[in-house]
DNA sequence: CGTATCCACGTATCGACGATAACACAGACT
DNA sequence: AGTCTGTGTTATCGTCGATACGTGGATACG
């Protein structure tokens, strides 16, 4: 009940806090009953962002399993970044270091993760440690969201958390399958490569870049898609 | 001088918090001098911040020009990994988001990044567009150093920075394990790269790739004329 | 030289907040 | 019936961010 009035609070607050006394009075109950309850607001912070996190991790564990690890893993990412977004006060409390006591949703995810990697891992996939490629998924995605949250005149497009995802994802991932080395994704490095290039050339007009300058991040987008 | 006392202050703090009240009376001036001068609790914060991080910055702006542009980028992620260490707690103010008015800071620091990734991608050895790389490489070493000083059970080692560093720049390179990185001509190479992938590739209509054949034509030759 | 004006600073204060002490009351057990 | 425990309330403390107000001094002007 307290922990539900303040996840309003929090979800409706404009500045990212929420005052005790707030909470308090929504609920209908007088202060020292939380600070029996919660110890803190710390504390009580702690369980708002705990509980909204696992409300939201339900929803995820009802489809979980799959045949491919590496569509969880991407499915984790996505559920990550979705989670960041849908609720950006409780996500900053979570990673943005604002709250003191650690809540263990973030320890919860990261045994997730892990389970997810260590698959991959038995599948001959990874190219390090679990542990680490653990970490470093985790770090990407937090930094990725954070960013989104924080930052969304550097970060305008949320479809950069899928591009960071596929990036990540290629940073702890054997080489997969299939052709000569090099020559993987050559097309589309001589597209960023040709792209940056084009600023300084004279070659073509101001009109023709900009039209190149999109024909170029079709061609290299096209490719990774494939 | 204000400034310089909230940066002890907030250095030494253990919560990570100052009281304006505290740096005006270590400063020696009244309160209202403080809110005259940065107008806000938060403006004085992204002031010091901003000082901190400046100072720091002109400390790496010293050896910056190198021959290798990954070994730049290299620098600058150890660099922003050390600084994250060394100033915890402004390091949270400026990627945690406890900070309302976003410093400069940070759209500096990616400017930079964007700068070493152009020369980088110039080079034939990126194979994202500059920015996007920029800001997945900034969400990573963020989400790190976060981590680093959120979590340091989590994140026990401060050498997982450097693995993923690794890891970030294996994710954003081009596979040039040839060890021939672009060579003088890298564009040209890129138009010729291009155009021998260009009628294999569904990205553009037949109409498109004609035209876009001509371009890198003459991209090419501009480029050879020089 | 005297006076008016403006600017910068300190004092005092306000309202909100986190946290707690002191007290009140209901029910269970002896 | 008496006592104890747990749970709730009211009232309050100290701190904080922010600001209204008075005051002193420097400068511009007659």
Redesign the pocket.
């Known amino acids: 009940m307290i922990l539900e009035r303040a996840a309003e609070l929090l979800a409706s607050s404009s500045s990212g806090d929420?005052?005790?006394?707030?909470v308090c009075e929504a609920a209908?109950?007088?202060?020292?009953?939380l600070?029996?309850l919660f110890g803190?607001?710390?504390g009580l912070l702690a369980a708002v962002v705990d509980r909204v996190w696992d409300e939201y991790l339900s929803m995820k564990r009802a489809a979980r399993a799959s045949a491919d690890p590496l569509e969880d893993l991407r499915r984790g990412w996505d559920n990550h970044t979705a989670f960041a977004l849908a609720h950006p006060h409780a996500y900053r409390l979570l990673f943005g270091g604002a709250l003191a006591s650690m809540p263990e949703a973030v320890d919860e995810a990261m045994g997730l993760l892990r389970g997810i990697l260590e698959r991959l891992a038995a599948q001959g996939r990874l190219r390090m440690p679990p542990e680490d490629a653990a970490r470093f998924v985790m770090a990407a995605n937090s930094g990725v969201s954070l960013g989104l949250i924080l930052r969304p005149d550097s970060y305008p497009d949320p479809s950069i958390s899928t591009d960071a995802r596929d990036a990540a994802f290629r940073a702890i991932l054997a080489d997969t399958d299939d052709s000569e080395p090099g020559g993987a994704d050559a097309a589309g490095v001589a597209a960023t490569t040709l792209r940056a290039h084009l600023t300084e050339s004279d070659a073509l007009t101001a009109g023709e870049k900009a039209l190149m300058r999109e024909w170029l991040e079709r061609i290299r987008r096209r490719r990774r898609a494939d």
Do not use: H, I, L
Not at 18 to 22: E, G, K, N
Not at 28 to 33: S, T
């Open positions: 929420v005052s005790t006394r707030a209908g109950v007088g202060q020292p009953v600070y029996r803190d607001k710390d």
